[in-house]
């Protein structure tokens, strides 16, 4: 039987053929650049975090297995190539829609009291739900129309399958590594979207002019809607494989001109134009204080720094400023935050040593020894896992002079902190004296950033006042903090076998203040 459907193969049909499995082909792998681009739109409103790829993956396989199922049935009720076309065409419509819906449904859910993982569905839903169902669609059709042609079943479903499964691989890695990076996200859409109009229209050879003509412009008056509605107005300015990075003014008529750095939603440093030493943002004001009476440090001290993460540049700017003495190495992943530093936010790092690699990576591999690691590479739901453990406390350990203090400023619920009380725990292991400080103990539920101070040398003072820039005082809150809510004792070590952070954080999560 194979024989005979070989032979009966005309060159016509085989190319009709060759056209199902690459429309097949691109569509998989588009839906699954829309999946990844997902995560970059909404990272501005809602962060990176499990939680939110959970949602953009579950609501890009529920449309997905919708879209087979109806993609199935309509096969079998008499689908057609022109179907494959206008599903193609409306694919296209609501891909370019999906940045309209971000500027609908934005303004509402910021504005909300919902919870941050709920937030999250929601934005997801509402702008790839639809164009994920339309894509699923197209394969269940066409191996169906594909078998019409040739009748070699597991051939011609093995060949289809493996050809959205191929696709879908492509889709996931040149988006992950190259088109977000140097085209942005909103231009990826529109050329996806652009290629299943260019996909569609073979299959539209035998549909009228005037029809044609009809879903031209129904998709062009969605464009312009977009248009007018600034769909396709982009939060980031620079966008990079790991953040959304914008620049605001951060001025006021209290300090005077300041720049400030946003890492997807979260603010990350505010930059004085003037005066690199002036710390505007007290939990970064209160590390360099307990430097400041840790070490007695002067303006001569010769401190070694290491700073996880670069983010503004912030601190490392001002202890340059501050200690000309002072030797500063920065781990910064992203070189583009680099970049942003040098050119908007005042910072020069010519008198830096600047690595641009995992933080973790640098500290195993370095021969350096530091009295100063400064770890700020937390952005609030985004922790990264491997720097909050019980190995990642050893590695700093090994790296710290005699005298050396380890200093972490790190984002959670207050009053009952669990991932803070468990990275006390954790630190605890490996040091004698782990204190966190605030400047206020706040009086009701709330978001606030800790600053943590690990040491093996002496203990510090109940209080901390400043000593240069704004009047300040900070006051170590572990009673307090360890007296409410869950106790440490039932909250886990954190290792890198297990690091249960969003568990840990869903105090936050689960409620408005994650937003």
Known sequence: MSTTANAEITPAIRRRMIWYGFTIFISSAILLVLEIVAGRLIAPYVG???????????????????????????????????????????AAIFSFASLLMLTLVAPVLQNSQLDLISASFLYVLTMFFVPAVLLGIITPLLITLALRLDTRIGHIVGRMHALAALGSILGTFITGYWLVQYFGTRMVIIAS????????????????????????????????VTQVRNGFSNPCQWE????????????SYEYGTAKALILDHLMHGINHKKKPELLISPYVHAMDEIVRIHFSAQEDSHLRYFFAGGGAYTQPRAVNAMYPQAHVTVAELDHRVTDV?????????????????????????????????????????????HMVTQEFAQAVKRKLTPEGLYLINIIDIFPDAKLVKSLVKTLQLE??????????VPEQVTRITYVISVQNSRPLPEMINSQRGFERRWRRVNDALLAKGTSIQDLPILTDDYVPVERLLAGMLFSSEGL
């Open 48 to 90: 990176v975090s499990i939680y939110s790829w959970t949602s953009i993956i579950g609501v890009i396989l529920a449309g997905l297995s919708l879209g087979n199922w109806l993609g199935g049935r309509w096969a079998d009720r008499g689908g057609n190539e022109t179907g494959v076309g206008i599903i193609l065409l409306l």
């Open 193 to 224: 979207a652009i290629c299943l109009v260019v996909l569609a229209i073979p299959f539209l050879r035998k549909i009228r002019i005037v029809q044609i003509v009809i879903l031209i412009v129904l998709g062009v008056g969605t464009v312009a």
């Open 240 to 251: 990079t494989n790991y953040f959304c990075l914008r620049v605001v003014d951060a001025s």
């Open 431 to 440: 040091f004698r004296y782990v204190d966190v400080w605030l400047e206020e």
């Open 341 to 385: 530093a040098q050119q908007a936010l005042y910072v020069n790092t010519n008198a830096m040593q600047v690595i641009h690699n995992d933080a973790r990576a640098v500290l195993q591999t370095t021969q350096d020894h530091y009295d100063v690691v400064v770890t700020d590479a937390y952005h609030d739901i985004s922790v990264p896992y």
